[in-house]
């Protein structure tokens, strides 16, 4: 039977317990093996001049994972020409991984756009999608909804954004419970966001 491994895609800047937790829920409460931390270079939607660079995001995403035997950073993309479309990312790893099956893992703010990526139908076709629950505004295509690829899970909310322990740090404020340990140090000690 096919290794099933999820992918969850992210800048990762920086990677925090939201993060985490999800990940660990899907890995641990759905049929899939593994979930892969697929670290973006720079996605077609994001101003890239907040981005810390590629490595040492990765940096951070190994270091976050490196105690889950069921979590793993990814670096796949850093490979692959820019921008990267999530379609290209997985041809290229079902090429590279004939043994493995690939689902999405996206949160529930990104499915309501899903319609607007390339390729979105073929996407579905050949991969599950794992939806965690996210607040936010807009409603999911009725084509979405009742999708028998489209698996809702029943993770926690997570209402914590990067963006927020960015400004946080910049401000001076204490995030360190927001970060696992080894990210919070590497962050401290590179003097990151500051």
């Not at 997985?90 to 309501?112: C, R, S, V, W």
């Amino acid at each position: 039977m096919k290794k099933q491994i999820g992918l969850y895609f992210g800048t990762f800047n920086p990677i925090h317990v939201g993060h985490l937790t999800i990940a660990n829920h899907l890995a641990e409460h759905s049929n899939l093996d593994q979930v892969w931390f697929v670290v973006t270079p720079h996605s077609p939607f994001k101003k890239k001049s907040s981005l810390l660079d590629n490595n040492h995001r990765l940096e951070m995403v190994f270091r976050a994972t490196k105690e889950y035997t069921k979590l793993r950073p990814s670096d796949i993309e850093f490979r692959l020409p820019q921008p990267n479309y999530t379609i290209n990312t997985l041809t290229y790893l079902q090429e590279k991984f004939p043994d493995h099956e690939f689902a999405l893992i996206m949160g529930e703010d990104n499915l309501k756009s899903f319609h607007k990526w390339k390729n979105y139908e073929l996407i579905l076709k050949n991969h599950h999608i794992y939806v965690y629950p996210r607040i936010s505004e807009g409603v999911i295509e009725h084509q979405f909804k009742e999708h028998p690829k489209v698996h809702k899970v029943d993770a926690p909310i997570m209402e914590l954004s990067s963006t927020f322990i960015r400004k946080s740090i910049k401000s001076g404020k204490n995030i360190r419970p927001m970060l696992p340990e080894h990210v919070w140090e590497y962050v401290d000690e590179m003097n990151f966001y500051k």
